[in-house]
């Protein structure tokens, strides 16, 4: 690169910050993303697709609880104008997500061979106590996520992800090679990798976690203060969770371990664009959103519909057409189901990219109220037409109509999303 082309990328990233900081979490989610899904023709031949089915299932219950484990105060840390109460909510959701871990281990190990029998996989009642794990590594590592954007620290956020994702695909493969793959390898190679990257988080962030906040807001002042994130965006996260895990339940019971083993890598391939694009451009707007004064948040909104649209348009025309060959080649033999249903999910995920950055406008601007009925109607969607259709459809056909439906009721947010912030823009909501 020249000399002036640099200064001229400079001069970009000067003026236009909000490119300079997508630019950076882009890098960082583009290497995450190619070691995870570059990792997975060796784990795809080195773990069947029962295994990595029964492993979908394993993560049915953690995924679900670690969207709620700090009651959703973590994301509240982004939101206060004073840096010491900031401080002072980091602290109380590492506390909160701390006895929520502990809760979830205690709970599934006592009524492992219950839950195991509900998930309609007695194989699973063994793992189900090593959740809570799950839970405290990703958990800490959520929260410290939205304090480095709350500082702008947006290379830190980059870096642990590629260190999370390195660690998780090396651990599972690094297992299976020593003869200790199938659920112990795909369990503890998860666990080991979020625990890493929550300890070096934690060592980055130790001062803001260890030092007095010097916050002189008493602690019941400030959850009263934010009290709609466990109140209203904490039961929006579970109902999130229940679709995302309840959609893998469903499936198990539905038809077969082996079709969620190929479900799963086909809804993995699919969501690294979604991951890539939405990822970043959804970390950097929330802070634009929290930022934006009134008046300004509808163009905000647009503009990030526009940049999460434009991103996510050729990859996802190149993954419909070529994801029925690219999958079973990149895979290897067995997987051709999942070139399949990666093909019928294309509609879904497209628009789920361009529209996952504006949904933390309904937090922005204390509108979670309307935010928790939309997710209702989502959650219920996919849920209701796989236990209804599945009987009568393969799954293939039944992935097209599910995402036809999503898609359609993902248009409809963002008309919600536009009226909100327009509403917001004229003075007609507070924050609270």
Known sequence: MTARRRHAFHHLATRYPVIKNIGVLLSGTVIAQLIAVGTQPIITRLYSDQDLGLFSLWLVIPQT???????????????????ADARRLLRISALFILLTATTTSVVCFLSAERLAALMGEPELAPWLGFTGVFVL?????????????????????????????????????????TGRGGQLGLVGGQLIG?????????????????????????????????????????????????????IVLCLGLTYSTEAVGQFSQ???????????????????????????????????????????????????????????????????PGWELAGLLGQSLVLWLYLNVATAPISTIFVVTNRQELMLGFALLYMV?????????????????????????????LLGLVALTLRVAASYDRGATTMG
């Open 65 to 83: 609880v670690v969207l709620v484990a700090a009651f959703r105060y973590d994301m509240a840390v982004v939101l206060p104008p004073c840096e």
């Open 137 to 177: 590594g990703l958990g800490f590592v959520n929260l410290m996520t939205h304090w480095f954007t709350r500082v702008e620290a947006f290379r830190s956020i980059a870096a642990n992800r590629i260190q999370m994702f390195s660690s998780i695909s090396g651990v599972k493969i690094l297992a299976a090679w």
């Open 194 to 246: 979020q625990l890493l990257a929550a300890i070096t988080m934690a060592i980055k962030a130790w001062r803001p976690l260890c030092q007095p906040s010097g916050s002189s807001t008493p602690v019941r002042v400030l959850l009263h203060r934010y009290r709609k994130m466990p109140l209203l965006n904490a039961p929006n996260a579970i109902i999130d969770g229940l679709r995302l895990n309840g």
């Open 266 to 332: 086909a809804w993995l391939l699919m969501q690294a664009p979604v991951t890539l694009i939405a990822g970043a451009i959804s970390q950097v707007f929330y802070q634009k959103f929290a930022a934006a004064r009134r008046g300004y948040l509808r163009q905000q909104v647009i503009a990030s519909l526009k940049v999460s649209a434009a991103g996510g348009l050729g990859p996802f025309v190149v993954l419909g057409i070529v994801s029925p060959v690219l999958f079973p080649w990149f895979l290897g």
């Open 381 to 409: 969607t996919p849920l209701a037409l796989i236990l209804t259709l599945g009987k009568t459809m393969t799954i293939n056909a039944l992935m097209w109509v599910l995402s036809c439906c999503m898609a359609l009721l």
